[in-house]
Each structure stands twice: as structure tokens, then as C-alpha cells.
């Protein structure tokens, strides 16, 4: 069974940093699009990251962009975001996901075939 888990959440302070890690069983991510997700308490979920399968063009929302870095780890079939000099603004649950489609951007949110369970961070001032 296909399985994405999400892990690396926590409690920073303002300024501080944190990677995310999207770990797959039973797929390769390597043949997947992958995204990064959050939501904050009464807020519609957004997208804020994506990388097309394989090394191919990565994607962030402009409020993360110079702050936010996707990698990939063929060998661990694991996916990073890298979060540096976080605020308060970037609390949520993170979620990542994966979809067949190879391309960022084709997908609709509710349409990603395979989700993590979501990490909580919490950014303080």
C-alpha cells in the first residue's frame, strides 16, 4: 500500500529554520509530481511548493520563494523542504503529496493521488 509520511515539524522561533521530509513506501517518487501543502486554522489549504517528477522544474508560492527549498533524495525516495527564516505567517499544517501526473501545476488540489498525514509547525514571535 502507497504511503507518504510527513516528519521534521516543530516549534521554532521567529528567524529559525526547519526541513520538512516527505518519506514514500510502496511508490517511487521519482516517477511522481510532488507538492508541498499547508493550512492554518480557518484557512483554505494552498499549495506552497512543487517539484516535477524526476530533477525536473520546481515551484513556490511567492511568500515563500528565497525561503523555501524542494529537494529530492532519490536514494531515501524522501522529498525536503528546506524552511528558512520562518514567521509566524508560515504556522500550519504541512502537508506533502504525490501525483501521477509528472508536471507541477496540472493538478488540482483534491485531485493529488496520494497524501501525507500533515506536520504541525508553529512559528513564535
Known amino acids: 500500500q502507497a504511503q507518504l509520511e510527513e516528519s521534521g515539524g516543530g516549534l521554532v522561533q521567529t528567524g529559525g529554520s526547519l526541513r520538512l521530509a516527505c518519506a514514500a513506501s510502496?511508490?517511487?517518487?521519482?516517477?511522481?509530481?510532488v507538492g508541498w501543502f499547508r493550512q492554518a486554522p480557518g484557512k483554505e489549504r494552498e499549495q506552497v511548493s512543487c517539484t516535477d517528477s524526476g530533477d525536473g522544474k520546481k515551484w513556490y508560492i511567492d511568500s515563500v520563494k528565497g525561503r523555501f527549498t524542494l529537494s529530492r533524495d532519490h536514494a531515501k525516495n524522501t522529498v525536503y523542504l528546506q524552511m528558512n527564516n520562518l514567521n509566524p505567517e508560515d504556522s500550519a499544517v504541512y502537508y506533502c503529496?504525490?501525483?501521477?501526473?509528472?508536471?507541477?501545476?496540472?493538478?488540482?488540489?483534491?485531485?493529488?493521488?496520494?497524501w501525507g498525514q500533515g506536520t504541525q509547525v508553529t512559528v513564535s514571535s
Open positions: 503529496a504525490a501525483d501521477a501526473v509528472p508536471q507541477c501545476g496540472a493538478t488540482l488540489i483534491h485531485e493529488y493521488d496520494y
Open positions: 510502496g511508490l517511487t517518487l521519482d516517477h511522481y509530481s
